[in-house]
């Protein structure tokens, strides 16, 4: 007895799984990531983008990053209450033309990274610290609830 049920290899399965069985082309949908905490972010274009973590306390948000091979007065830290930008440059080490390497990884030039961040902070109190190539920024969230006593002068 012939089986006349064909089992399928995994591109046949991609393919019913694009929902067109009956098509030859493969057709795969874009993946779909979801939103984090309603953090956005943008990054500029010809230039490498900087790895970060972004994460939040009760009181703060915090970033963190690792911008190797980069001194921290090289670094270009710009806050605004809704946005960070981290920016900088990698230089490539001298002297090591491009035919003598055998593979190449690292990212050297300019980078930078936009963060446009949950919720407003206070930009005059924010803190860049950086320990053994982690450079961690701690932004304390504007209190909205927090009141100020405003006194009237006499003229």
């Known amino acids: ?39 956005i972010e943008e990054t500029k274009n010809s230039e490498g983008e900087l790895a970060i973590d972004v994460y939040q306390t009760a009181t703060e948000i915090i970033v963190q990053t690792m911008p190797a091979g ?29 035919e ?21 902070i206070q930009p005059d109190e924010a803190e860049a610290i950086e320990k053994h190539g982690l450079l961690v920024i701690r932004l304390p969230k504007l209190d909205k609830t927090k009141q100020h006593r405003l006194k009237v002068k006499m003229v």
């Open 100 to 120: 003598s390497y055998m593979l190449r990884e690292l990212y050297w030039g300019s980078f930078s990274r936009t963060i446009v961040l949950p919720e407003e």
């Open 1 to 39: 007895m012939h089986n006349t049920n064909k089992k399928r290899s995994f591109f046949g399965w991609l393919k019913n799984f694009a929902n067109d069985e009956e098509s030859d082309d493969i057709t795969l949908k874009e993946p779909e990531f979801p939103e984090s905490n309603g953090l």
């Open 70 to 98: 980069v001194r921290p007065d090289d670094l270009v830290i710009s806050i605004t209450p809704e946005t960070v930008m981290i920016s900088g440059k990698r230089e490539a080490p001298h002297g090591v033309n491009d």
